[in-house]
């Protein structure tokens, strides 16, 4: 079967609970790094109190019928911080352009 697949970064506006849970207020898409809205435009949404930026991976049929969704959010642990993992959250690899294109000042 033939199929296509599509990236795009997206920064969540996302409020933060102090239990852990997290709830996604506003998605701002983006095929392009420098277009996604800055985490301090996210915060100007009601509720928000914090973003979070994460890079899709879209699977398509021929038909347009979506066939896999994946998330890579970049880490935001002490040792990931601000970086892309290797692998989406489903298994499929992360390609070096978006490492790239988030290593660019």
């Known amino acids: 079967m033939r199929t296509k697949t599509k990236y795009e970064w997206d920064r969540e506006a996302i409020q933060r609970h102090d239990c852990g849970e997290v709830d996604i207020i506003e998605h701002f898409h983006a095929d392009k790094l420098k277009d996604v809205w800055s985490h301090?435009?996210?915060l100007a949404i009601e509720d928000a109190?914090?973003?979070?930026l994460v890079l899709i991976r879209d699977?398509?049929?021929?038909?347009?019928?979506?066939?896999d969704r994946q998330w890579a959010y970049l880490g935001?642990?002490?040792t990931e911080q601000g970086k892309l993992p290797e692998e989406f959250d489903g298994g499929a690899r992360v390609p070096k352009?978006?490492?790239?294109e988030l290593a660019k000042p």
Do not use: I, K, Q
Not at 59 to 67: C, H, K, S, T
């Open 40 to 42: 301090e435009d996210a």
């Open 97 to 100: 352009r978006f490492h790239l």
């Open 49 to 52: 109190n914090d973003s979070r």
């Open 59 to 67: 699977v398509f049929a021929v038909d347009g019928d979506l066939l």
């Open 76 to 78: 935001d642990g002490e």
